[in-house]
T-cell receptor
Framework: DAKTTQPTSMDCAEGRAANLPCNHS???????VYWYRQIHSQGPQYIIH?????ETNEMASLIITEDRKSSTLILPHATLRDTAVYYC???????????WGAGTKLIIKP | NAGVTQTPKFQVLKTGQSMTLQCAQD?????MSWYRQDPGMGLRLIHY???????DQGEVPNGYNVSRSTTEDFPLRLLSAAPSQTSVYFC?????????????FGDGTRLSIL
């Protein structure tokens, strides 16, 4: 079973920041948090990952709470093309298996 | 800049037929894997490989075979197709090593078993 809990769906207005929460209360010290997204049943696309520090790249920011039991993916200026299913996954470094939940369906509205 | 390439993109089979789904990557990744995704669900791991000649089972291996004769290719074989194997199949790859490298995915093969 997936080790993460995400809301089933969320809406966000175009141009605003989209904040997607994820709970991973049983995360271990050596487990990373990964975010992927899937657009129109295409292949999943890697977005960002982190261990305990906040991370930022050209696509998004990842905020991990100090106790590491939850995290938030931030898309700073959402566009219609960001409409997708977003998956939050925890993975032990060196273990290559990803356990996928159902994800959050994010709908960006004009 | 091909990345992970899956063929075919679509396939319809009759129950009992066999076929091979192809997956190739040009990034020299040691790790490759196959997932299936059923409607409204996340991906489930079928088989994976950490290098040529090395394969192992994932969460849902029954009805599928794999082999890894080269670093680049990781074909998935359906031995005797069943309607329960109707799904979208994704191949993924990543470098090995103790670290956190993300996996790269192909665009999938949509398979229907009649």
């Amino acid at each position: 079973d997936a080790k993460t809990t995400q809301p089933t769906s969320m809406d966000c207005a175009e141009g605003r920041a989209a904040n997607l929460p994820c709970n991973h209360s049983t995360i271990s010290g050596n487990e990373y948090v990964y975010w992927y997204r899937q657009i129109h049943s295409q292949g999943p696309q890697y977005i960002i990952h982190g261990l305990k520090n906040n991370e930022t790249n050209e696509m998004a920011s990842l905020i991990i709470t100090e106790d590491r039991k939850s995290s938030t993916l931030i898309l700073p200026h959402a566009t219609l093309r960001d409409t997708a299913v977003y998956y939050c996954i925890v993975r032990v470094a060196g273990n290559y298996q990803l356990i996928w939940g159902a994800g959050t369906k994010l709908i960006i509205k004009p | 800049n091909a990345g992970v390439t899956q063929t075919p993109k679509f396939q319809v089979l009759k129950t009992g037929q066999s076929m091979t789904l192809q997956c190739a990557q040009d990034m020299n990744h040691e790790y490759m894997s196959w997932y299936r995704q059923d409607p409204g669900m996340g991906l489930r791991l079928i088989h994976y490989s950490v290098g040529a000649g090395i394969t192992d089972q994932g969460e849902v291996p029954n009805g599928y075979n794999v082999s890894r004769s080269t670093t680049e290719d990781f074909p998935l074989r359906l031995l005797s197709a069943a309607p329960s194997q109707t799904s979208v199949y994704f191949c993924a790859s990543s470098p090995l090593g103790w670290g956190s490298q993300p996996q790269h995915f192909g665009d999938g093969t949509r398979l229907s078993i009649l």
